[in-house]
């Protein structure tokens, strides 16, 4: 971790009980606002996800070999029933992957968006469910700080704390070097604050009425993630890069271009790439939207 004066540090543990009554209520609601969270919450006493029911840690993923086969298999199992045929192994490790340090993105820098708690998220302490892709959490510790940056900083830290050993696993069946690898994080957790945003924009719609509300939760979200990703903070190798679109109707969109293509062009031959992909252009973007 960065150095920095703590202002609290709840550790793994035993846990202070309104401390941790705080961090799981920011995981409550981040499950609220993104539906696309599949995420259990575990309990401190609750017993681990069972290995013989499918589930493997984040830890497991990176030092068992016979857990990340088994993950491949049911990410390229869920592929193929989707979209009616398996794709590549790399591709099919590409999207595991992705999948996987997107929703950590999420789970780390969500409580940091909503509530300035950063958790501190071991991989022993993350679960993938290989036949769903469900994902299920024992919450532990989480820091606060005083400034702003060195907050960021913090968080910053927790994200390569928890994803490093997982990438060295993934370099292989992905085909992706430290780079390539470290861009997928920059990229998705630049993409976790963005719809963080976007779905707190949502929210606010439904209580206060959409013609009402301007998005400026979104805006918020956008300018957040572009603080905590402004370019040169290794081993994350890129910046957030926000910039906005433009429709006919005057409306203003955010986007960016990824640092790395996330393959989901590649599970099948009539998918189109995303939006942010760096093969999709500008006027394209527009026509879409």
Known sequence: MVPGTRLSVVPHGALPLAAS???????????????VLELRLLDPA?????????WYSGAELAGDERALAAALAGE???????HGRAPRPHVTASRLLH??????CLIVA???????RVPLVSPADLWLHAPTGALALRPRGHVTLPGDDELRAELRAAVVAHL??????????????????????????????WYLGRMLDGDAAAVEGATAVRAVAEDAAVAAAGAVLPGGTQPLPGAADFRLLHTPDGRAHHTRTRL??????????????????????DEERLSRL
């Open 99 to 104: 999948h996987y340090v997107w929703s950590a």
């Open 260 to 281: 790395g293509c996330c393959l989901y062009y590649a599970v099948k031959p009539e998918a189109v790439a995303c939006m942010t992909c760096p093969r999709t252009s």
């Open 21 to 35: 009554a705080a961090l799981v209520g920011d995981y409550r609601r981040l499950l609220e606002l993104c539906p």
């Open 46 to 54: 609750e017993p681990a996800p069972s290995g013989a029911d499918g």
């Open 164 to 193: 490093g050993p997982v990438l060295a696993a993934f370099a292989r069946p992905t085909r992706r070097h430290d780079r390539a690898l470290w861009g997928m994080v920059t990229d998705d957790l630049a993409s976790a604050v």
């Open 76 to 82: 390229e199992a869920r592929i193929a029933a989707e």
């Open 110 to 116: 969500g409580p940091w968006h909503l509530a300035r």
